[in-house]
């Protein structure tokens, strides 16, 4: 019998003060423990973890169904380790709105006296953040991204973004372990409880849109542009929801030039031109399945919840061995860290009723 669903309504504002210094304590303490017994890389296989990662949002002390979690949580965190960065050989960059955009100056920052290269960490921080905002179009904009390393050079992403229509929100996990490509499939975790129509070039299934999407952005605009304006006269298949504005020839010959000028050897090449946004790769996925029949894929990549199911299997079905697991894992965890008696009990019973 179905109990009941839970969803993850957007939240604004911030946790009080009193609240987040002690979110902060008990992240660094945790995090400590888990650093000195199984190193830096576990701690990143936990946050890239959902199961986990909510979890451990929940033992900081904030609501599991609020979208909050995941800024509070980064934000927590971040803070916490400050000044024991180098100690514990993990490092945080990024976070919510503005400070996200500060994330590549904070890697170099980190990475200035460490034998790593920080120009591929960078790299990678964009493309995560380009792959989810243009290349996996779910009607979420990205505004948080936050990006975690350790001194070996293994990295860790969690992003979330808000659908300002429905104002829910869609968190995005990513990690360097068993990471082959940008473009397919790349991600470890999306969680989500609402879906809708998605435009999914980095599924497997988009091989050959991508494929072509690259060959088109290598032609002549001129040459590009004569077929934009067919298609401005067509009737358009619903699920590509390509509007007038999107299509306008002005911004789109320009775009073209440049990819045309560069002359990208593969879609990743062509995702990290500066200027190839949503629009550009929507009209090029058309293109692709009007001319040559290279049809995109529409399939939502999400596979998790927030709340990680119901025992009705609803909205996704659990899984009760990671669940299960997580909670342990965090509860001997808790035990291991240097907290006063009072902060220790308070944390098993938020992880309790969790």
Same mark, same amino acid.
């Given at each position: 019998?179905?109990?009941? =669903?839970?969803?993850?309504?957007?939240? !604004?504002?911030?946790?009080?003060?009193?609240?987040?210094?002690?979110? +902060?304590?008990?992240?660094?303490? /945790?995090?400590?423990?888990?650093?000195?017994?199984? #190193?830096?890389?576990?701690?990143?296989?936990?946050?890239?973890?959902?199961?986990?990662?909510?979890?451990?949002?929940?033992?900081?002390?904030?609501?599991? $169904?609020? =979208?909050?979690?995941?800024?509070?949580?980064?934000?927590?965190?971040?803070?916490? /380790?400050? #000044?024991?960065?180098?100690?514990?050989?993990?490092?945080?960059? #990024?976070?919510?709105?503005?400070?996200?955009?500060?994330?590549?100056?904070?890697?170099?920052?980190?990475?200035?006296?460490?034998? *790593?290269?920080?120009?591929?960490?960078? !790299?990678?921080?964009?493309?995560?953040?380009?792959?989810?905002?243009?290349?996996?179009?779910?009607?979420?904009?990205?505004? $948080?991204?936050?990006?975690?390393?350790?001194?070996? #050079?293994?990295?860790?992403?969690?992003?979330?973004?808000?659908?300002?229509?429905?104002? %829910?929100?869609?968190?995005?996990?990513?990690?360097?372990?068993?990471? &082959?490509?940008?473009?397919?499939?790349?991600?470890?975790?999306?969680?989500?409880?609402?879906?809708?129509?998605?435009?999914? *070039?980095?599924? $497997?299934?988009?091989?050959?849109?991508?494929?072509?999407?690259?060959?088109?952005?290598?032609?002549?605009?001129?040459?590009?542009?004569? +077929?934009?304006?067919?298609?401005?006269?067509?009737?358009?298949?619903?699920? $590509?929801?390509?509007?007038?504005?999107?299509?306008?020839?002005?911004?789109?010959?320009?775009? /073209?030039?440049?990819? !045309?000028?560069?002359?990208?050897?593969?879609?990743?090449?062509?995702?990290?031109?500066?200027?190839?946004?949503?629009?550009?790769?929507?009209?090029?996925?058309?293109?692709? &399945?009007?001319? %040559?029949?290279?049809?995109?894929?529409?399939?939502?990549?999400?596979?998790? =919840?927030?709340?990680?199911?119901?025992?009705?299997?609803?909205? %996704?079905?659990?899984?009760?061995?990671?669940?299960?697991?997580?909670? +342990?894992?965090?509860?001997?965890?808790?035990?291991?860290?240097?907290?006063?008696?009072? &902060?220790?009990?308070?944390?098993?019973?938020?992880?309790?009723?969790?």
């Amino acid at each position: 019998m179905k109990t009941g =669903s839970a969803q993850l309504p957007l939240h !604004y504002g911030k946790a009080p003060s009193w609240l987040f210094k002690r979110m +902060e304590k008990l992240a660094r303490e /945790i995090t400590t423990a888990i650093v000195d017994e199984w #190193g830096a890389e576990e701690m990143l296989r936990k946050l890239s973890d959902p199961f986990w990662f909510q979890a451990f949002g929940c033992v900081l002390g904030f609501d599991w $169904h609020s =979208s909050g979690l995941t800024t509070t949580v980064c934000g927590a965190l971040k803070e916490g /380790i400050r #000044g024991l960065e180098k100690e514990l050989g993990l490092f945080i960059a #990024g976070g919510k709105g503005g400070t996200s955009r500060k994330t590549p100056l904070q890697i170099e920052q980190y990475c200035d006296g460490l034998s *790593l290269n920080a120009c591929t960490l960078v !790299y990678t921080s964009k493309m995560c953040a380009k792959v989810d905002n243009t290349a996996l179009q779910d009607g979420y904009q990205l505004y $948080h991204h936050t990006f975690f390393f350790t001194k070996k #050079g293994s990295w860790a992403v969690v992003q979330q973004g808000m659908n300002t229509e429905n104002h %829910y929100a869609r968190r995005y996990h990513w990690k360097s372990e068993g990471f &082959e490509s940008f473009v397919c499939e790349p991600h470890h975790a999306i969680c989500c409880d609402r879906t809708g129509d998605t435009l999914n *070039l980095v599924a $497997h299934e988009s091989e050959q849109c991508r494929e072509t999407s690259t060959l088109l952005s290598k032609e002549k605009p001129d040459k590009l542009i004569s +077929e934009v304006k067919k298609v401005e006269e067509l009737v358009l298949p619903k699920r $590509h929801d390509i509007r007038p504005l999107d299509l306008d020839t002005s911004r789109f010959k320009k775009i /073209i030039a440049k990819t !045309y000028e560069l002359q990208p050897h593969n879609f990743e090449a062509l995702l990290s031109i500066k200027g190839v946004g949503p629009k550009t790769i929507r009209a090029l996925s058309l293109l692709s &399945e009007l001319l %040559y029949g290279a049809k995109p894929s529409f399939r939502d990549p999400a596979r998790f =919840s927030f709340s990680h199911g119901g025992k009705d299997g609803h909205p %996704y079905p659990v899984d009760k061995t990671t669940y299960d697991f997580s909670i +342990e894992f965090l509860r001997k965890y808790i035990n291991k860290a240097k907290l006063e008696n009072q &902060e220790k009990k308070e944390a098993f019973k938020r992880l309790s009723r969790f």
